[in-house]
């Protein structure tokens, strides 16, 4: 299974995915590129972001959004 495949896989299972979580759960350290992919596939992936205050950064969240998404 490639890694779009993956993501896309994880993205319509649960509510969203996070660098942090495509890393340490499929090894996915571009995923930004990755989501940019599926984007392009034609399948519609919202950007949220929200404030860590442990690590005191910002965290992008993406979210498949819509009931079919493509």
């Not at 299974?1 to 571009?30: C, D, P």
């Not at 992936?45 to 498949?64: C, W």
């Amino acid at each position: 299974m490639t890694q779009k495949q993956k993501i896309l896989l994880h993205l319509e299972k649960n509510k969203g995915i996070t660098l942090l979580e495509a890393l340490t759960r499929y090894g996915v350290l571009n995923l930004s590129a990755r989501i940019q992919e599926l984007r392009c596939m034609g399948y519609y992936i919202e950007t949220f972001y929200r404030k860590d205050l442990d690590l005191d950064k910002t965290i992008a969240e993406y979210r498949l959004g819509g009931a079919d998404a493509r």
